[in-house]
């Protein structure tokens, strides 16, 4: 099965500054890769995808590039703002698993004014 | 507006009762999910349906239940077998291979 490993949080910056959340994953197979965000008290959301090596998945500013060789799907965004004041998880999906996601543990993001 | 409503937001309980918690999808999706939650951790598969009158356990379904007796409904009984209830449970339902949509989730508290 599939399993993945998120940076610890919290992360804390000040707005503008540059984020990178780092996400690796292990799969048997050819995952499709997610990021999901969640606001305080809220459900999780979609961010962003990626389905194949080398895609990128971007979306509010945020992007990931499925690297296959590295099997990572690192997070970035070049000015966080404190509406980014969040959780970011990383889910990798095996094809065929009908949407059953491994999440990561789960990123907090901070920022402050 | 299409979505996934889960109700109520904050549930109490005393030990040893059982307790449902509902989950309502209108955007006419197959599959539905139960995630569980815990503070500084990922979310845990509990069950999941990909049909109605269908379910198969997640990772950790011991001490639940679940019913899909209808497309849109995909309710979770907490049973007093569970040895640690207090938790947030989300649920989520997706058109089949692609992402999940989640709703907002219910915090239950067992005391």
């Known amino acids: 099965g599939n399993s993945v490993t998120q940076m610890e949080g919290p992360v804390t910056l000040s707005e503008e500054a540059f984020l990178t959340i780092n996400c690796t994953y292990t799969?048997?197979?050819?995952?499709?890769l997610f990021w999901y965000v969640q606001y305080p008290g809220e459900g999780l959301q979609l961010l962003l995808k990626?389905?194949?090596?080398?895609d990128k998945g971007s979306n509010k500013g945020f992007e990931a590039t499925y690297r296959k060789e590295t099997t990572s799907f690192h997070l970035e965004k070049g000015s966080v703002q404190v509406s980014d004041s969040a959780v970011y998880f990383c889910?990798?999906?095996?094809?065929?698993?009908?949407?059953?996601?491994?999440f990561g543990a789960g990123t907090q993001v901070v920022v402050t004014p | 507006d299409g979505g996934i409503t889960q109700s109520p937001k904050y549930l109490f309980r005393k030990e040893g009762q059982n307790v449902t918690l509902s989950c309502e999808q209108n955007l006419n999706h197959d599959a539905m999910y139960w995630y569980r939650q815990d503070p500084g951790q990922g979310l845990r598969l509990i069950y999941y349906?990909?049909?109605?009158?269908?379910?198969q356990k997640g990772d950790i379904a011991e001490g639940y239940s679940v019913s899909r007796e209808k497309k849109e409904s995909f309710p979770l009984t907490v049973t007093s077998a569970q040895k640690n209830p207090t938790a947030f449970y989300l649920c989520a339902s997706s058109p089949t291979e692609t992402s999940l949509h989640f709703g907002n989730g219910t915090r239950l508290t067992v005391t």
């Open positions: 889910a990798p999906a095996e094809f065929g698993s009908w949407g059953k996601l491994q």
């Open positions: 990626a389905t194949k090596a080398d």
């Open positions: 349906s990909q049909i109605v009158n269908d379910f």
């Open positions: 799969a048997t197979g050819y995952p499709s």
